[in-house]
């Protein structure tokens, strides 16, 4: 595949099996180049010889396996069916230089270099095709986001090293910029009801992780936390009973004995870093979302959103955003916000985690029947997650925290078009509860009937 095929089997290859081969060779590179990317490690492409050809821009009815010549190309402002491969293919030697040197250690890639390779792709960005037909919506997608995610990989890590030098705010506003138009393509694409890069790409991931490593190092920071005592040994639980679940949530204030914890406090000047982590923050959301989103339609993907929901809670909210609430009534201490920020990492998983299990048919799942029961008697002006006030336990969620005489009564959001109980209604969504209807994924859950979910995705060979 890798070799002309021109210059292979002269007399012996159609002029069919000439094009498919070509279509197949970039389709192939197209594949390895990205696996290349997530992995991190050297594409395989960068030390083989290869000199297939772009195929032609032609639909696919316009030539056939019996046909002695094909038609001419059409031109590239004219979108086929073969249209996304031949303007990847032109890009595909600019970027298997940038995977050979993002990916080597040995480089060191300096700041005038990265902005020469800025320039360069922004240049290829404005020079893609604006198609006008309606199945290029998705094509156009790919070509932008394979192109925009290489000035995430070069800018990170300058942009966390604007607090030293002003001159890599040009770095951290890049990132935001490039961070915004992924998460905004992702949406784009979701709302028209095509659903293929989200469930395939893990471009929120990345959007996500990288916003985070970035505000953090741009944040002022606390003095180093060390814990008076260590904490006592964790309670067992199984996940098979609600009440005694949540009754055996720690209450301490203390983490590990001899770590040291730093909070990551917004910084207060200068005016463009502390804008910048702003933005940054509201960007870590809206990937979140887009995640949840994608963990919910395909029933995997719960140890990915872990990590974001960590990277989401281990930052300061942005003054513009309301603090989440909390069962405790000040934070006086930094013991305190530390608990408030580790709360609502996990109300944030488990939200996701309960909606998830009451998708279960399985009649034997006491748990995900249970929770079934609770969902569909709950009303929309419930918190998120459900809490005990036997225990004194309350989850992170918006509006003021109360209480439940029975676990019976934790709040959910209602799921509509399942089962589970009324609607929410128009602007009760927020930033903390991506989903507070299920019909919101257009896709239908009926039929989930997995017993064990963490099982699922975590259990096997994933």
Same mark, same amino acid.
């Given at each position: 595949m890798h070799r002309d095929p021109s210059l292979l089997s002269t007399g012996k290859i159609s002029p069919f099996e000439k094009e498919m081969k070509k279509r197949l060779w970039v389709t192939i590179m197209e594949l390895e180049m990205q696996s290349s990317l997530e992995t991190g490690l050297q594409s395989s492409m960068t030390a083989l010889y290869w000199d297939t050809p772009s195929p032609a821009n032609l639909p696919d009815d316009t030539f056939s396996a019996d +046909? %002695?010549?094909?038609?001419?190309?059409?031109?590239?402002?004219?979108? /086929?069916?073969?249209s996304y491969l031949r303007v990847s293919r032109s890009s595909i030697p600019f970027?298997?230089?940038?995977?050979?040197?993002l990916n080597d250690p040995s480089e060191r890639l300096s700041y005038s270099e990265v902005l020469r390779y800025d320039a360069q792709i922004h240049e290829m960005i404005?020079?893609?095709?604006?198609?006008?037909?309606?199945?290029?919506?998705m094509p156009s997608a790919l070509?932008? $986001?394979?192109?925009?995610?290489?000035? $995430?990989?070069?800018?990170?890590s300058f942009a966390r090293l604007a607090p030293r030098n002003d001159r890599y $705010?040009?770095?951290?506003?890049?990132?935001?910029?490039?961070?915004?138009?992924?998460?905004?393509?992702?949406?784009?694409?979701?709302s028209k009801g095509i659903f293929v890069l989200n469930n395939m790409r893990n471009d929120a991931i990345r959007v996500g992780l990288v916003m985070s490593q970035i505000v953090y190092h741009n944040c002022t920071r606390s003095e180093p936390i060390t814990p008076s005592a260590p904490p006592p040994p964790p309670k067992t639980s199984h996940f098979t009973d609600l009440q005694t679940h949540f009754a055996d949530l720690p209450s301490v204030k203390t983490w590990a004995p001899g770590v040291e914890v730093s909070l990551a406090m917004?910084?207060?000047?200068?005016?463009?870093?502390?804008?910048?982590? /702003?933005?940054a923050v509201d960007l870590l959301e809206l990937a979140g979302q887009l995640f949840e989103h994608k963990v919910m339609r395909m029933g995997t993907g719960y140890m990915e959103f872990w990590?974001?929901?960590?990277?989401?809670?281990?930052?300061?909210?942005?003054?513009?955003?309301?603090?989440?609430?909390?069962?405790?009534?000040?934070?006086? #201490?930094?013991?305190?916000? +530390?608990?408030?920020?580790?709360?609502?990492?996990?109300?944030?998983?488990?939200?996701?985690?309960?909606?998830? $299990?009451?998708?279960?048919?399985?009649?034997?799942?006491?748990?995900?029947?249970?929770?079934?029961? #609770?969902?569909?008697?709950?009303?929309?002006?419930?918190?998120?997650?459900?809490?005990?006030?036997a225990t004194g336990v309350a989850a992170v969620g918006p509006g003021p925290v109360q209480t439940s005489p029975s676990v019976n009564n934790a709040a959910f959001s209602a799921m509509p078009g399942m089962g589970m109980g009324v609607g929410v209604e128009p602007g009760m969504k927020d930033m903390n509860g991506t989903f507070d209807?299920? %019909?919101?994924? %257009?896709?239908?859950?009926?039929?989930w009937n997995f017993p064990d979910f963490w099982a699922f995705d975590l259990g096997g060979e994933f």
């Amino acid at each position: 595949m890798h070799r002309d095929p021109s210059l292979l089997s002269t007399g012996k290859i159609s002029p069919f099996e000439k094009e498919m081969k070509k279509r197949l060779w970039v389709t192939i590179m197209e594949l390895e180049m990205q696996s290349s990317l997530e992995t991190g490690l050297q594409s395989s492409m960068t030390a083989l010889y290869w000199d297939t050809p772009s195929p032609a821009n032609l639909p696919d009815d316009t030539f056939s396996a019996d +046909i %002695q010549e094909l038609p001419a190309s059409r031109p590239a402002d004219h979108f /086929t069916s073969a249209s996304y491969l031949r303007v990847s293919r032109s890009s595909i030697p600019f970027r298997l230089h940038l995977l050979q040197l993002l990916n080597d250690p040995s480089e060191r890639l300096s700041y005038s270099e990265v902005l020469r390779y800025d320039a360069q792709i922004h240049e290829m960005i404005s020079a893609l095709p604006k198609w006008e037909d309606g199945r290029a919506v998705m094509p156009s997608a790919l070509l932008e $986001l394979q192109l925009r995610q290489f000035l $995430l990989l070069l800018h990170q890590s300058f942009a966390r090293l604007a607090p030293r030098n002003d001159r890599y $705010l040009t770095s951290f506003t890049t990132c935001i910029n490039t961070a915004g138009s992924i998460v905004a393509t992702h949406e784009e694409l979701v709302s028209k009801g095509i659903f293929v890069l989200n469930n395939m790409r893990n471009d929120a991931i990345r959007v996500g992780l990288v916003m985070s490593q970035i505000v953090y190092h741009n944040c002022t920071r606390s003095e180093p936390i060390t814990p008076s005592a260590p904490p006592p040994p964790p309670k067992t639980s199984h996940f098979t009973d609600l009440q005694t679940h949540f009754a055996d949530l720690p209450s301490v204030k203390t983490w590990a004995p001899g770590v040291e914890v730093s909070l990551a406090m917004m910084p207060q000047r200068p005016f463009l870093a502390r804008t910048l982590c /702003t933005s940054a923050v509201d960007l870590l959301e809206l990937a979140g979302q887009l995640f949840e989103h994608k963990v919910m339609r395909m029933g995997t993907g719960y140890m990915e959103f872990w990590l974001l929901c960590a990277a989401i809670g281990m930052l300061p909210a942005p003054s513009s955003s309301k603090p989440p609430t909390t069962s405790i009534a000040h934070i006086t #201490t930094a013991s305190d916000d +530390i608990q408030v920020r580790c709360r609502k990492t996990l109300d944030r998983f488990q939200s996701l985690s309960f909606r998830v $299990l009451a998708l279960q048919k399985d009649p034997d799942n006491s748990f995900a029947s249970s929770l079934r029961t #609770t969902m569909a008697s709950v009303s929309p002006s419930d918190v998120r997650t459900p809490k005990s006030a036997a225990t004194g336990v309350a989850a992170v969620g918006p509006g003021p925290v109360q209480t439940s005489p029975s676990v019976n009564n934790a709040a959910f959001s209602a799921m509509p078009g399942m089962g589970m109980g009324v609607g929410v209604e128009p602007g009760m969504k927020d930033m903390n509860g991506t989903f507070d209807n299920l %019909q919101d994924m %257009q896709v239908d859950l009926g039929e989930w009937n997995f017993p064990d979910f963490w099982a699922f995705d975590l259990g096997g060979e994933f």
